[in-house]
């Protein structure tokens, strides 16, 4: 059994968690927030059997997609008269940061 | 030490807690959503010596009661003038889905 | 590769979670509730190369501090015309409680 902890964009997170679940996989989902962007992303928490890991992988490889998104950078002190002209930050967001982790013992109660 | 992760039935988390506090375990409770049901439940964190880790596991298994819930499915969409009589669907909820995992390092900063 | 896992106290994890993005780690955090005082706390995810590991301590050893709280114990029944003078409990609050998890498996989809 593996524990598989995924961070997917806001975005993405519904349609997501729906396919794990048809496909019949157990899900539980976690708000969460970036700590770079500080904007609202998901966790999923998810155990999976060994043999199913890749089958889990593809779909959350074909649901999550990479995209640009312009975040404008806090300003800093300007002096007064000064004119500050923020030039957007293009960061790829998106996407899936996924860890695996080994299940010692699982228990159903 | 071992790290335990719970994802038990809404309606047994403030019980469960207490339970487990008074049991003099450090817990730590995380909000959920369930992946099938989309229902809020809740996610226990629980940092555990290795010779602790039956106890704990007896005190959730007394805490959590496995019951059937009736949920409506998702209507399928309808041609005008058919009428849709949804079935409640019987799921079983309630007892608790929980992994162990083994903690590498520990450390109280 | 590490995953870890540290709960803090909600006065330092803003500062905290700056800190950590400022100098390079991918950071998550989720809103978590102490199983003990049940006041809101912060659970932060970092996954980490294993050479970085020490690094990520020591930064948050500096950011989170250990204080005392004072908080008053639930009333126990008293009878009519008895009078019950609650000792405020001194806690020790702050400081982190950290997991650190061995990750089998480390993608970004
Ligand atoms: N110090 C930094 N300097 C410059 N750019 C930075 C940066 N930290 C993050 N970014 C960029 O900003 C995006 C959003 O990061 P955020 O921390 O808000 O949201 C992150 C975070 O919540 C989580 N995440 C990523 N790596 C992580 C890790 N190693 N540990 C824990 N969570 C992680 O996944 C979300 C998306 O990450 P992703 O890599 O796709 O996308 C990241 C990355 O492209
Ligand atoms: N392997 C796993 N990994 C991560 N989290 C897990 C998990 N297995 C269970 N969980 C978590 O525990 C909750 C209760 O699961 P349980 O199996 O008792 O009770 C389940 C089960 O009886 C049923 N169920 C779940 N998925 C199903 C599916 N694909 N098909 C049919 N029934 C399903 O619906 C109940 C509620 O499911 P829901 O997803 O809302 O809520 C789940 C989910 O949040
Ligand atoms: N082994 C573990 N597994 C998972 N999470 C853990 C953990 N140990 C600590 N935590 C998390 O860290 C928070 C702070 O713990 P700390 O030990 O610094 O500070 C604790 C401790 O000084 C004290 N405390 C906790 N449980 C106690 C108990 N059963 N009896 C007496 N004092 C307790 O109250 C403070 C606040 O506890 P609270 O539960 O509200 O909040 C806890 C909990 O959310």
Same mark, same amino acid.
């Given at each position: 059994?593996?524990?598989?902890?995924?961070?997917?964009?806001?975005?993405?997170?519904?349609?997501?968690?729906?396919?794990?679940?048809?496909?019949?996989?157990?899900?539980?989902?976690?708000?969460?927030?970036?700590?770079?962007?500080?904007?609202?992303?998901?966790?999923?928490?998810?155990?999976?059997? *060994?043999?199913?890991?890749?089958?889990?992988?593809?779909?959350?490889? *074909?649901?999550?997609?990479?995209?640009?998104?312009?975040?404008?950078?806090?300003?800093?002190?300007?002096?007064?008269?000064? #004119?500050?002209?923020?030039?957007?930050?293009?960061?790829?967001?998106?996407?899936?940061?996924?860890?695996?982790?080994? #299940?010692?013992?699982?228990?159903?109660?």
């Amino acid at each position: 059994m593996k524990l598989v902890l995924t961070i997917v964009h806001g975005e993405d997170a519904g349609e997501l968690a729906t396919c794990m679940s048809e496909a019949g996989f157990g899900v539980t989902r976690i708000k969460s927030i970036g700590g770079f962007l500080k904007s609202q992303n998901a966790t999923f928490v998810i155990g999976v059997h *060994d043999h199913e890991l890749d089958q889990l992988l593809q779909i959350i490889r *074909d649901r999550c997609h990479k995209r640009t998104e312009s975040v404008s950078p806090v300003p800093p002190l300007v002096e007064p008269g000064e #004119v500050y002209l923020p030039y957007p930050l293009e960061v790829e967001v998106g996407g899936a940061t996924v860890f695996v982790l080994n #299940v010692e013992r699982f228990e159903r109660l």
